[in-house]
């Protein structure tokens, strides 16, 4: 045997290998060549991407789908912002509003106070309301004003209706009012339509004022206004109280008894007006000065009534001279006056 061994012999697969290989080359440099100098091909390549359009759709759906997702979630959750910061716009819109709708009724409420005043040629001081108390035993109002601002004891309050009530406390800060509609409150007032007298009473209820004793002779109707009288000098004379809505006898049906809807909004509004022109109550000693006045006069008339008849009677009897006159001052003795000769 020889040391160095042979070379294998070349098989005739490998062979037909290589020369299969070649000639694709040599097909592939000529198809080249040709699409190259006569672009034939073009057609071919635009049918076979119609072909595999399919395929490139179906390996770019996965992509699509989860841009689309990102897309719909994005928006999903701008839509929300959205939704919420509208949602909060038109709170504060619908509350503005409201507020506006408030200031404006304010606002007319005010202008009717602003029309009272200038129709009634009233000097009156605005006074914001702090407190209120509905109890149906004590119906107050505690004003924002006291005596720092001019606020006295006695006071009418009134409203753009009518009347309210009177201040019956004063600090140096607040002043206290008793309203029409206190269990304790009484009000002296005449029917607007034939004047006829009468005493309102408080109900205890803020809608709700009554009529006591009304004599079954008197005058009064359902739908009469009242308004103060001024008698007794705590009210000035003129200012509604409110109107006659029922009546009806009371158990001994001697009497009648009247509920009345009151003409002031006793249950409502911010500020209420106070009457500057404080009526001083009528007191014994004026009633007695007042009757002493008229006393006098009466006197007085008829000391002069005297004096001419006795003068007459001198005249008639042909008597000259004519009677004195009583000194100033002093009172002449009460004679009868002479009779005239017959």
């Given at each position: 045997?020889?040391?160095?061994?042979?070379?294998?012999?070349?098989?005739?697969?490998?062979?037909?290998?290589?020369?299969?290989?070649l000639?694709?080359?040599?097909?592939?440099?000529?198809?080249?060549?040709?699409?190259?100098?006569?672009?034939?091909?073009?057609e071919?390549?635009?049918?076979?991407?119609?072909?595999?359009?399919?395929?490139?759709?179906l390996?770019g759906?996965?992509?699509?789908?989860?841009?689309?997702m990102?897309?719909?979630?994005?928006?999903?959750?701008?839509?929300?912002e959205?939704?919420?910061?509208?949602?909060?716009?038109?709170?504060?819109?619908?509350?503005?509003?409201?507020?506006?709708?408030?200031?404006a009724?304010?606002?007319?409420r005010?202008?009717?106070?602003?029309?009272?005043?200038?129709?009634?040629?009233?000097?009156?001081?605005?006074?914001?309301?702090l407190?209120?108390?509905?109890?149906?035993?004590?119906q107050?109002?505690?004003?924002?004003?006291?005596?720092?601002?001019?606020?006295?004891?006695?006071?009418?309050v009134?409203?753009?209706g009518?009347?309210?009530?009177?201040?019956?406390?004063?600090?140096?800060?607040t002043?206290?009012?008793?309203?029409?509609?206190d269990?304790?409150?009484?009000?002296?007032?005449?029917?607007?339509?034939?004047?006829?007298?009468?005493?309102?009473?408080?109900s205890?209820?803020?809608?709700?004022?009554?009529?006591?004793?009304?004599?079954?002779?008197?005058d009064?109707?359902?739908?009469?206004?009242?308004?103060?009288?001024?008698?007794?000098?705590?009210?000035?004379?003129?200012?509604?109280?409110g109107?006659?809505?029922?009546?009806a006898?009371?158990?001994?049906?001697a009497?009648?008894?009247?509920?009345?809807?009151?003409?002031?909004?006793?249950?409502?509004g911010?500020?209420?007006?106070?009457?500057r022109?404080?009526?001083?109550p009528?007191?014994?000693?004026?009633?007695?000065a007042?009757a002493?006045?008229?006393e006098?006069?009466?006197?007085?008339?008829?000391e002069a009534?005297a004096?001419?008849?006795?003068?007459q009677?001198a005249?008639?009897?042909?008597?000259?001279?004519?009677?004195?006159?009583?000194?100033?001052?002093?009172?002449?003795?009460?004679t009868?006056?002479?009779?005239?000769?017959?």
């Amino acid at each position: 045997m020889s040391s160095s061994a042979s070379s294998p012999p070349s098989r005739p697969g490998d062979v037909a290998g290589t020369l299969r290989l070649l000639a694709y080359l040599a097909l592939s440099c000529v198809m080249l060549v040709m699409d190259h100098r006569g672009s034939w091909l073009s057609e071919v390549r635009h049918q076979a991407s119609v072909a595999v359009q399919p395929l490139w759709w179906l390996a770019g759906l996965p992509s699509r789908l989860g841009t689309s997702m990102r897309n719909d979630a994005a928006t999903r959750s701008q839509l929300a912002e959205d939704n919420r910061r509208l949602r909060n716009e038109l709170l504060l819109l619908t509350a503005g509003q409201a507020r506006l709708r408030v200031e404006a009724t304010e606002n007319a409420r005010l202008r009717r106070l602003l029309g009272a005043v200038e129709q009634g040629n009233l000097e009156v001081q605005l006074a914001p309301i702090l407190d209120v108390d509905q109890d149906p035993t004590r119906q107050r109002l505690l004003l924002d004003a006291g005596s720092r601002n001019g606020v006295r004891e006695g006071q009418g309050v009134i409203d753009a209706g009518g009347l309210l009530g009177q201040v019956i406390a004063v600090t140096p800060s607040t002043a206290t009012v008793l309203l029409l509609t206190d269990l304790d409150h009484a009000v002296p007032v005449i029917v607007a339509r034939n004047g006829v007298r009468l005493v309102v009473y408080g109900s205890g209820h803020p809608d709700r004022l009554t009529l006591r004793s009304v004599p079954l002779s008197a005058d009064v109707e359902v739908g009469d206004v009242l308004v103060t009288s001024g008698l007794g000098g705590r009210f000035p004379p003129g200012f509604p109280v409110g109107t006659i809505a029922e009546l009806a006898p009371d158990d001994s049906r001697a009497f009648l008894t009247g509920r009345l809807t009151p003409a002031a909004q006793v249950d409502r509004g911010r500020d209420v007006l106070l009457l500057r022109d404080v009526v001083v109550p009528v007191t014994t000693a004026d009633l007695e000065a007042a009757a002493a006045e008229r006393e006098a006069a009466e006197r007085a008339e008829a000391e002069a009534a005297a004096a001419a008849a006795g003068e007459q009677a001198a005249d008639d009897a042909g008597e000259p001279g004519a009677v004195p006159s009583p000194a100033p001052g002093a009172v002449p003795p009460r004679t009868p006056a002479p009779e005239p000769v017959r």
